[in-house]
């Protein structure tokens, strides 16, 4: 079955890549399997200067889930097009650079800084953190900043494809969708984590030093397909869906209500070789569906009439 898949420009050999701060810059699972059969990876997100995060703790394991709050820790976008982006296999490897900023002008110059990077396919942009104390939350929720936002980095980003990542802490999702789309996005990514936090009884004070992260995991992913097949029906534009698949079935469903891709995010930290194990099953799993092809099963969900 040809797996192929065209993604807002992007030529994928598969449609799994994996979610960033989930993979690190690549270069850590090299030895779990071959990065170049993936269709690609999207980098631990980046920022214009190097951020050292939020205090520690900062991971909490939940039922069926985890929470995050590691606030984009990260080297700052010229280390990463220094010393990570010149060892990874992008002519075979589709990376996709994944952008962090607090306000509108500021992504833009961080889109600018790499849009001529012949290396980076694409820019995922990341207006929904709910892990850091700067507003990072606040564009997801806020439609006139989404649009704001990624009109910003439309206009920075050359020729590379734009995908913002959208939070799932709203009323409606689809009207952020929309929001992007007017913007300019050439795609979608979604679901972002899922606010929330944990306590600790003995010690009566908060398991994360952020009180507040990201939740993903399993636990997320009936929220996940539900925002994903609403948004594909709002809009005209591609969607990747991310949120709790772990095997090759769950890449499925999101594929079956009309994911053109996935994102494999916290199974990573659960087995490393999950995303190269998706990719090999995932044609056997379809097949096994009835679909004729990838193309044929994509967004073919029957509804109840």
């Known amino acids: 079955m040809d797996m192929s898949v065209d993604f807002a420009g992007l030529?994928?050999?598969?449609?799994?890549?994996?979610?960033?701060?989930?993979?690190?810059?690549?270069?850590?699972?090299?030895?779990?399997?071959e990065l170049e059969k993936l269709g690609g990876i999207i980098v631990k997100g980046l920022s214009i200067k190097p951020r050292e995060g939020n205090p520690m703790p900062r991971l909490a394991e939940t039922p069926c889930g985890m929470l995050n709050a590691i606030g984009i820790q990260n080297p700052g976008v010229e280390?990463?097009?220094?010393?990570?982006?010149?060892?990874l296999p992008v002519k075979d490897l589709p990376v996709l650079a994944n952008l962090y900023a607090t306000d509108?002008?500021?992504?833009?110059?961080?889109?600018?800084?790499?849009?001529?990077?012949?290396?980076?396919?694409?820019?995922?942009?990341?207006?929904?953190?709910p892990n850091v104390k700067e507003g990072?939350?606040?564009?997801?929720?806020?439609?006139?900043?989404i649009?704001?936002?990624?009109?910003?980095?439309?206009?920075?980003?050359?020729?590379?494809?734009?995908?913002?990542?959208l939070s799932p802490n709203v009323t409606?999702?689809?009207?952020?969708?929309?929001?992007?789309?007017?913007?300019?996005?050439?795609?979608?990514?979604?679901?972002?984590?899922?606010?929330?936090m944990a306590?600790?009884?003995?010690?009566?004070?908060?398991?994360?030093?952020n009180v507040i992260g990201g939740l993903s995991g399993p636990a997320v992913k009936p929220v996940a397909l539900r925002c994903v097949h609403q948004v594909v029906n709002a809009?005209?534009?591609?969607?990747?869906?991310?949120?709790?698949?772990?095997?090759?079935?769950?890449?499925?469903?999101?594929?079956?209500?009309?994911?053109?891709?996935?994102?494999?995010?916290?199974?990573?930290?659960?087995?490393?070789?999950?995303?190269?194990?998706i990719v090999e099953e995932l044609p056997g799993v379809l097949k096994a569906a009835g679909a004729k092809s990838l193309e044929e099963f994509t967004g073919s969900l029957i509804l109840p009439e």
């Not at 280390?79 to 060892?87: D, E, H, I, Q, T």
């Not at 409606?172 to 929330?196: H, M, P, Q, R, Y």
């Not at 698949?245 to 209500?257: K, N, P, Q, R, S």
């Open 11 to 33: 030529k994928l050999k598969n449609p799994i890549l994996t979610a960033s701060g989930t993979f690190g810059f690549g270069l850590e699972f090299k030895r779990f399997g």
């Open 79 to 87: 280390a990463f097009l220094k010393s990570k982006l010149p060892k």
């Open 104 to 129: 509108a002008q500021e992504f833009g110059e961080l889109a600018g800084m790499l849009a001529e990077e012949e290396g980076v396919a694409a820019l995922e942009v990341n207006v929904s953190c």
């Open 136 to 145: 990072g939350i606040a564009f997801g929720q806020d439609p006139a900043q």
């Open 147 to 165: 649009t704001k936002v990624a009109k910003a980095v439309k206009k920075n980003s050359g020729k590379k494809p734009v995908i913002i990542k």
């Open 172 to 196: 409606d999702i689809t009207v952020c969708a929309k929001a992007a789309e007017d913007g300019g996005a050439d795609g979608l990514s979604l679901i972002n984590t899922l606010s929330g």
């Open 199 to 209: 306590v600790d009884i003995k010690s009566r004070k908060p398991r994360l030093a």
């Open 235 to 277: 809009v005209d534009l591609p969607v990747m869906g991310l949120g709790g698949i772990t095997t090759a079935e769950d890449a499925a469903e999101f594929l079956l209500v009309g994911a053109k891709a996935v994102q494999i995010g916290t199974a990573n930290f659960i087995s490393p070789d999950t995303a190269f194990k």
